[in-house]
Structures are given as structure tokens and as C-alpha cells.
């Protein structure tokens, strides 16, 4: 008699890690012309630092977003940022006409998987965390390919240590 083999089971998360001195934690491509994305996401302790120039510590690091507008990401993008100031803050973080801005949007929890979407809309970009929603203004009304962004750390600092991310798509 053949028992059954046991099959790994897949949860389809990703880890992304940004290793010492480096600011990204991939070079991996991704296109697609949807204007609706969710993912878990889980920060670990290792999203704990402390930045060399302690100015630099209210950097907002990049977590995961799109290009928009059929452009360059540093011309016009959408992401969720990240930054260790006493807690693990999430922010909304913008590149618009070359110009950034970015602005708050919760704290969470580390070892805890937390729900992100992003629906692009003409007008704007409704950001979630959760239940908490913020809306933030959008300068293009297409809906061209646009391409993925991950994680990466910094500003003008490298990460200090490795940091670790869990992502999976919902």
C-alpha cells in the first residue's frame, strides 16, 4: 500500500528582504493595466532602526505601489511608505511631476499581517489600511500600464541591518 506523499503547502507569501547597505529588495518586474491591488502585509522586528544622520530617520521608506500615468515612477507613482519613529508608521507616499510628498496614514503592529489596497480612481487614489482610508489626489485620468515597486529603504541611507517583509497578494 503507497501512502499519500505530503505536499508542501503554499500561502503564496513573499518574502522580501533588503539586505545591509543596500536599498532595494528586488529587481523584479511586474506590469499590469488593473487599478485595484491588495496584499497582507507583516513587518518583523527587524523593521526596527536607527538611522546614521538622525534627520534621515523621518525618511519614509518605500513598501510596495505602482507607476502611474504611463510614466517613470519618479515622474508619477503611488505607494505605501514605511518608517520606524518610536512605532511602525505606514504612509501614503507620492511622486507626482517629479515631485514626492507623502503623508501618514496609521501605526501598526510588527508580527502582525495587516490588509493594504490601493483603488486608483480618475481622480484619486483611495489608499486602505484595515479600515482606515485615506484619499489622496491623482494628476492623470488614463490608466496605462503601469508597473509594480517594492520595497526598498531610504533616502539617502542604505538599510542598516537586513529588514524583512512579508507580502502577499489579495
Not at 503507497?2 to 528586488?26: A, M, Y
Not at 480612481?121 to 508597473?147: G, I, L, S
Request: charged share 25%; aromatic share 14%; hydrophobic share 30%.
Amino acid at each position: 500500500m503507497k501512502l499519500p506523499s505530503c505536499k508542501k503547502i503554499n500561502n503564496n507569501w513573499k518574502n522580501f528582504t533588503i539586505k545591509k547597505g543596500k536599498h532595494r529588495s528586488t529587481y523584479a518586474l511586474n506590469y499590469s493595466k488593473d487599478t485595484m491591488f491588495g496584499w497582507s502585509i507583516e513587518f518583523d522586528s527587524s523593521a526596527i532602526y536607527k538611522t546614521v544622520d538622525s534627520l534621515n530617520q523621518l525618511d519614509v521608506n518605500k513598501l510596495i505601489g505602482w507607476s502611474d500615468c504611463g510614466e517613470d515612477h519618479l515622474e508619477n507613482s503611488i505607494r505605501f511608505g514605511w518608517r520606524w519613529n518610536d512605532s511602525l508608521e505606514i504612509h501614503w507616499f507620492k511622486h507626482e511631476n517629479g515631485e514626492f510628498s507623502f503623508e501618514k496614514i496609521t501605526s501598526v503592529d510588527l508580527s502582525k499581517p495587516y490588509s493594504y489596497s490601493i483603488n486608483i480612481h480618475d481622480w484619486d487614489y483611495e489608499m486602505r489600511v484595515n479600515e482606515v482610508v485615506v484619499h489622496v489626489p491623482r494628476n492623470c485620468t488614463n490608466h496605462k500600464r503601469k508597473y509594480q515597486l517594492y520595497p526598498y529603504f531610504g533616502g539617502d541611507e542604505t538599510a542598516p541591518h537586513d529588514i524583512k517583509i512579508k507580502i502577499k497578494n489579495i
